[in-house]
């Protein structure tokens, strides 16, 4: 594909936080990004999230995304404005994400590596070489052995200084062979300082050039290409193999075949099954040599504009994969948990249930842990499940919503999230929001296992429901309504004590409560069936003890810099920028705090939402504000990862007077 270039701009001037790319070697060894206006806001907020399920002792989901060139909605770190950009959220069914552009060092856009961290993904940038000017960066990053070393160190500091967890090697030219020694090392030396700098590392070979400097892709590990293997973590083939690659690759390997990523295309160029809707074939082959997958553009649903609507499709789609590979990931694993199934884009944002803002907008860093619905496209089940963004949500931009039908006396299941929680601080209390029609009611079961496999099912539901579903379950409680600040949310909780078991699945249970004859009955044979609608909004799991706190306002101090104020184009009004920090003006560990929402307060106390950090810093951009006015009161509202948020008028602020 084609490179898009980012529109030109001084990197060391004030302006909107981009994510972007270095494109010469000037660039990397000069360590300028480092002192960029842009590097602050480009720092991962989110850590990597540590799980007990192994991925040693399996095959492994490579993802390597490669989009019209990269950098397109998801540079913006604070937002964009497209509510139809481009999302990921089959996170489960991932191990690694690389991101991929045709730039020299391509920086994975913070937004991305917030999000994947958030599910126990790891992310990846690209170090790529091709064409002409390919060969002029290796001549001199290859010209000596200390040259290879000092590229190797900028790449290994860049992913420890940003967050991100290695690097994609793709080496696209021809080498003279006596170049081989210095290339050998630049790889090793990377990969090492990579270990040491960032526990946990990758750093994956790219099937290009071979042991006597030639590009020849082998579509398979064997003795051509195996030297680059043994001195790196993996090696990612090129996407022509044959059925029986997948295989000889996993015997020269050995012990370490779970570390050959087989390439499969998307777009079906050159790759073995076709790709596309087909890409099952080709995973079903590399699970069955078990070896791993290296899935290159799973963008090609978005950009070919697949029927009948990006979502639909793209859970189609990942449903082949889930399909073929099974889970590779299980959440909730650790307290604690909270989500709000937001998906990083939508057309409103709400706030425990108020809407304050009902602008389109994009912002992976925003989107919540995703809930595991696996995709049916049968007519089988009498209610619809799926992620919804246009129904006024209860936190960010999105829902579960249920709806279809229900018979007289019966119910409907649906897995929401499959875990591996150990119960040890208990008991836990657990929280959820609905909002539904009055006879339409929605519960939760959880599911624990025991350490001698036994299971337990607890239903927990309001008191209406669980007089009639007592006897289907091991477990019954009853829910207790809280007070919330949305009339339309009903707010439940519960807790259950369960100490030493395992929580293995959430499911959603929907009930409809009424069944006389409605408006919204109907007879279906001898049955009579209701229209059933409920919208599940979150779920906090936490320990009963557990009570979030934030800072005092003047626990912080808050600063601004780079102001700037100037007449707009209209003449009749004034656009601010300002750069917005703040700290703790005593140590505390900032991880506590997912983000931090940032308004506005006019002077007549009308407070307006002007966007979100992940960092602790934002910048205003341009704000249209009124002539006249000289003074501007900026909030920075703290939100808790447990989904709480602090009071506005407890919130730390930044008076700016010009």
Not at 83 to 92: F, P, Q, R, V
Not at 548 to 574: A, M
């Amino acid at each position: 594909m084609m490179s898009k270039d980012i529109t030109s701009f001084d990197p060391k001037q004030a302006s909107l936080p981009i994510s972007y790319p270095l494109k010469t070697l000037k660039e990397l060894e000069s360590r300028s990004y480092l002192d960029s206006f842009h590097y602050p806001f480009n720092k991962a907020s989110v850590p990597l999230i540590q799980t007990p399920t192994s991925s040693s002792n399996r095959g492994k989901i490579l993802v390597c995304h490669d989009m019209a060139g990269g950098y397109l909605d998801d540079k913006y770190v604070q937002g964009g404005t497209n509510s139809d950009a481009y999302s990921l959220w089959h996170w489960y069914l991932i191990d690694s994400f690389v991101y991929f552009s045709h730039n020299l060092v391509t920086l994975p856009p913070v937004t991305w590596t917030n999000t994947a961290h958030r599910h126990a993904v790891k992310v990846l940038g690209t170090f790529l070489t091709e064409g002409e000017g390919g060969r002029d960066v290796c001549n001199e990053l290859l010209s000596t052995k200390e040259s290879a070393q000092i590229y190797a160190e900028r790449l290994a500091e860049l992913a420890s200084h940003l967050g991100f967890d290695g690097w994609l090697l793709n080496m696209e030219i021809d080498l003279d062979s006596v170049q081989i020694p210095n290339l050998k090392e630049f790889v090793n030396h990377l990969t090492l300082t990579m270990h040491s700098s960032v526990p946990g590392s990758l750093v994956i070979w790219y099937d290009s050039v071979t042991d006597d400097g030639s590009l020849n892709y082998q579509n398979q590990l064997n003795k051509y290409n195996k030297s680059f293997f043994d001195i790196c973590d993996g090696i990612f083939s090129n996407y022509s193999w044959e059925e029986n690659y997948p295989k000889l690759s996993a015997d020269v390997a050995g012990d370490r075949k779970y570390d050959v990523y087989m390439g499969i295309d998307l777009f079906g160029r050159g790759t073995f099954g076709g790709g596309q809707w087909n890409t099952n074939f080709a995973l079903d082959v590399i699970k069955k040599a078990d070896v791993s997958a290296a899935i290159f553009a799973p963008g090609w649903v978005y950009e070919t504009k697949q029927e009948p609507n990006f979502e639909t499709a793209q859970n189609r789609w990942w449903g082949l994969v889930e399909k073929s590979w099974g889970l590779v990931r299980k959440y909730p694993v650790t307290l604690p948990f909270y989500s709000n199934f937001d998906q990083g884009r939508g057309n409103h944002i709400t706030v425990d249930g108020i809407n304050i803002s009902n602008a389109t907008w994009c912002n992976l860093s925003s989107q919540g842990l995703q809930p595991q619905l696996m995709f049916d496209d049968s007519t089988v089940n009498s209610i619809q499940v799926l992620v919804d963004l246009t129904e006024k949500s209860y936190s960010g931009g999105a829902n579960i919503t249920f709806q279809g039908t229900l018979k007289a006396k019966s119910y409907f299941q649906k897995t929401i999230f499959q875990a591996e929680l150990l119960l040890t601080k208990l008991p836990l209390r657990v929280t959820y929001s609905v909002k539904s029609d009055s006879n339409s009611l929605l519960g939760l079961v959880l599911n624990v296992t025991s350490t001698i496999n036994e299971n337990v099912s607890i239903l927990s539901a309001p008191q209406e429901m669980v007089n009639h579903l007592s006897q289907k379950f091991d477990k019954i409680v009853p829910t207790t309504e809280q007070d919330g600040s949305s009339t339309e949310w009903i707010m439940h909780e519960f807790t259950i004590d369960m100490n030493g078991y395992t929580l293995t699945e959430i499911r959603a249970m929907c009930y409809r409560q009424d069944h006389e004859l409605t408006l919204n009955s109907r007879r279906l044979g001898h049955d009579l069936v209701t229209d059933y609608s409920a919208i599940l909004g979150h779920v906090t799991i936490t320990p009963s003890e557990y009570k979030p706190s934030f800072p005092i306002s003047n626990s912080w101090l808050v600063n601004g810099e780079y102001i700037d104020l100037k007449s707009s184009p209209k003449g009749d009004s004034k656009l601010l920028s300002v750069k917005i920090s703040w700290k703790l003006k005593e140590e505390k560990d900032y991880s506590v705090f997912s983000h931090y929402n940032v308004y506005m307060e006019n002077e007549s106390k009308v407070k307006e939402y002007i966007g979100v950090a992940h960092v602790n810093s934002f910048y205003v951009s341009e704000l249209e504000v009124p002539s006249a006015t000289s003074s501007f009161k900026f909030i920075i509202q703290v939100c808790n990862v447990d989904g709480t948020n602090q009071k506005l008028d407890e919130s730390p602020y930044y008076q700016l007077e010009v």
